[in-house]
Structure formats: C-alpha cells, structure tokens
C-alpha cells in the first residue's frame, strides 16, 4: 500500500483523473434533472480539470506542493461553470495545504481535503446539502478519521472515497428534485470520479483510453508559419449522432458547411459522424441533436492548441500586446451567444464580447483574456447566465492593472438593462449600483426545448417538448409553440409590464417572429413592444420584460 506520494506521483494522478471524468462525463451529464439544453456537469468538469491535466505534461516538479500549485493554477483558469469552479476551489484549497511539502503521506492528504473544502464552503454564497460539497466535505472528514487509523496515503484516499460514495448516495434524500428524477447530483459524482481516477493511478488500473479520431499526419507541420489570429475558425468539432428519424443528413452537411470549413459527414443507416471547423460548435451540436442523440462529441480550441504549440518550439512572436494598456476610466466585458445579441451589446458600448452562454460555458481564461484586452482602469463584467457567474468572479485580483467588477446578470436581457443605465460620469461604487438597480427590474421568459424527457416541476416532459422559463422556473411545456406563447403571455408578470424586448434566434426566421410579436401587442396592449434578431442558440425567443 503506497504510505506516500511525490511531484511525479501527482502529476500521474491528475492526468489519469483526467481521463477518468472524460470517460464517464456523458454518464455525469445525464445526471442533470432539468432538460433544457446546457452546459452540463460532466463536460464542465470534465474540460476544467482536463486544463491541469495538459500542464502536468509539460514538465516535471521538483515537489509534490509545486505540482498541486501549478494544478490549482490550471484548473483556476480552465474552470468552467458552476461545477467547474467549485472543482477548481477544492483544489486550490488542497494546495494551499500543501504548498511547502516535498511529498505528502494520508495524514497530509486528509488536512489538504480538509482545506478544499473550507475553500469551496467559503466561496459558495448559499451552500445547499445535497450537492458536491456534501459530497466532498464527508469524504474530507472520513479522510480525518482514517489518516489516524493508518497514515498511508492509499489508506486514506480509499476511506474518502468510500465515505463519499454514501454521502453521494444519499444526495438523492436530501434534495427533492433528484429525489423525484431517481438520480443522484451530478457534480458530487463528478467529484468522486476524479478520486477514484487518482486512486486508480496509484493501485496501476490502466488509465481509460481517451479515442482520438484523427489521423496524425507522418510529417509535422510548420505551425510558425502562420499566426494563431489567421485561423479563421477555431474550435475542431467531431461528434456522433444516431438517426433517430427520417432526417436527411445532406441538410446537416449543408447546415454545417455554412458555420465551417474541413467539414466530412459520413452517414449510414444507424450514425452521423461529423467532423467540422466552426465558430459556433453549440449551434452545430444543437442541430445535429435534431437528427438524434449524441452519441460521442469532442470540441478542441484550435487557436489556443496552436498557441500553446508556438510557445513549445519558441516561435510566438506578439504583434500586439496581449493586455490593453488603459485609456479611459470604465470597460465592459459581456458574455452572449449570436450575431445579433453581440451587435446589441457593441451598440451599447461594450469593448469585448465573449461568445457562450448556456451550450458552451467559457472559462474564466477566457474571460481574463477579454478582461485583459480591454483598455480600461475598471472592468465591468456582465456573465449573463448563472452558470457563468462564478467563473467571472475568479477573475476579481488575477489582473494587476485593473480592477475587476463583476455584475451577477443571470439572462442576456438583464445584461442590456445594465448596459443602458450607464453613466460614466458616475463614480464607481454609485455606477455599480445603478447597473445592478437596472437590470434588477428586468424579467426575462425564455422559450426553448426540451433536449431529453424528464419529470420536472409537475410536467411530463418529452423530448423535442416546447418550454417556456419564466425568471429560470419552468412555466409551462407545449407541443404547440404558438399556444404555449399565448399561455406565457397571460401571466401576471408580462400582463404587468409596460415594455417588452423580444430577441428571436438563429432557427426563427423573421416572419414567424414577427407573428409573435403581434400576438405579443394583441395580448399585451399596454405594453410597448421591441422586435430584434438576436440569432442566439438554443432558445428561439429571450423575452425582456419590465
């Protein structure tokens, strides 16, 4: 039984930890109750920790506390959504702990579980039970209990994981909605996969096989040859879909080829399998769904995989600095999906525009990133989705030239309600106010689909279902979408308000928009009523209501 680990150790835990969540992250995403399409638990983990994996390749560490730093750095910066952060916290913590150990026995492991935890609980404004950090805080106490049983490290880790698996288990009594789905939570089980992984690494259980599609060409090519801003499209897309109806794959081709480039769609009579260079990887996965389930997806970011490979051979050569020197007092940085919703938010004055929303949460690198390229003293950042907010808080102290305001906008709606209440001449903590008082008085109704079947809030929902959100609360489900709209519009809270905002999305065209907006201005007469092309995925209408 393994009493210690060193840096090299770790680095090997992480990696095949990695691979473990990449393995089963379909398995976490099902997990998730509510069937709206989103950027479920097992991917959002599944990429964040696959961040620190990819730099515990890179070079080795001299101690075990410098490998835990440096994953904690990684996992920081690649965390995406709610689960992913809470995942990057625990870690971060964990290396805290550590941070001076050359290598680490059970007793050391136990007090570094412990520090996660305490990380996690502190940054989660309302902690709830039932969730990973149940999950994670029993595991970290089990870990206390057995480190003075046996100090060895294997003993310890094998004693979490085995507490942890109970209070997973029983994750399904202390939450109702899993209760009522039969399913335990997502990112507890996310948590223990990554544990197991470790563990896995240190007993010699052969790391899962992580399949790679492409074929690797026998000669290299010249990445210096071109910089990674000329790569027109940047996320590599494969995914495997079944055929699930009488679709023809022939307008999925068509469908893909004008979001692409490098596109090759074989079919038979079972599968789709596609391979596509896009900008929108949710819009192509959220079409391919359509033609049946998703069998198997991988999304690679090209640009910064060619970025990362300039940097190995030494041939990055900056033509223009990657942080904005600043010029003026106040920036903006907004988080939205679609051609038209960008557009509204550069009207609005916002400098950098970050594209993802529900389908594809980005991580807070990429949100640093735009942070760091905006020119200003103080940074407002609007997140614009709930799963994102966490995300955009990590960013608050990583710049050194600019302070970071995140404003909690939860919809896209919200956040153009911040926007229009600006006034720079205000100072920061009055600006601050005024934004959040703005969007604060926005109710946003959402219409979109149901992307699995499910038992939720009362509705037998199945998939390919019409739903409308009502401030994130399902309100109603339709086979209908017209009579679903005319129910949603009956409310109390759309009946009250005296201005209406409609975005329409990317499968709406504008002639069915314009049918609801006049079904709006019937149902709604006193209400001003705004019809814009937001072309946004997933939802075919984001409603503004105030």
Known sequence: MKQTIHAVDFQHMVIH??????????????LNVFPVPDGDTGTNMSLTIAAAASEMKKKDYETVGQAAQATASALLRGARGN??????????????????????????L??????????????????????????????????AGAAR???????????????????????????????????VDAGGKGFLVILQGMLDELQGVPMPEVVEDEVVPAEKAEFGAFSTEEIQFGYCTEFICSRDNQKDPEELRAFCSRLGDSLVLVDDDDIIKVHVHTNEPGTVLQEALTYGALLKVKIENMREQHTEILEEVGAVQETAPAKAAPEKKYGYVAVCAGTGLEAVFRDLGVDGVISGGQTMNPSTEDILKEIDRTPAEIVFVLPNNKNIIMAAEQCVGMCEDKTVVVLPTKTVPQGIAAMMA???????????????EAFSQVKTA???????????GGFAIQQGDYLALLEHQLFGTNRNLESLM??????????????????????????????????????CPNAEVNLLYGGQPVYYYMISVE
């Open 486 to 523: 005319a129910q949603l519009f009956q409310s109390p809270e759309i009946q009250e308000a005296e201005f209406i905002s409609v975005f329409y999305g990317e499968d709406v065209t504008e002639e069915q928009a314009t049918k609801i907006e006049q079904l709006i201005v019937d149902t």
């Open 446 to 456: 959402e219409i979109t689909y149901a992307a699995r079947n499910s038992d939720f």
């Open 17 to 30: 930890a990695a691979a473990s969540i990449h393995a089963q992250k379909q398995h976490i995403n099902d």
């Open 83 to 108: 689960s992913g952060v809470i995942l990057s916290l625990l870690f971060r913590g964990f290396a805290k702990a550590i941070k001076e150990r050359e290598s680490i026995d059970g007793r050391d």
């Open 149 to 183: 049983e046996d100090a060895a490290l294997e003993h310890v880790l094998q004693a979490a994981i085995q507490e942890g698996q109970v209070a997973l288990d029983n994750t399904i009594n202390q939450n109702p909605v899993l209760k009522k789905a039969g399913v």
């Open 422 to 436: 600006v006034d720079p001449d205000l100072e920061t903590q009055e600006l601050t106010e005024t934004m959040q």
């Open 110 to 143: 136990a007090i570094a579980l412990d520090f996660g935890v305490a990380a996690a609980y502190k940054a989660v404004m309302k902690p709830a039970e039932g969730t990973i950090l149940t999950v994670s805080r029993l595991a970290a106490a089990r870990a």
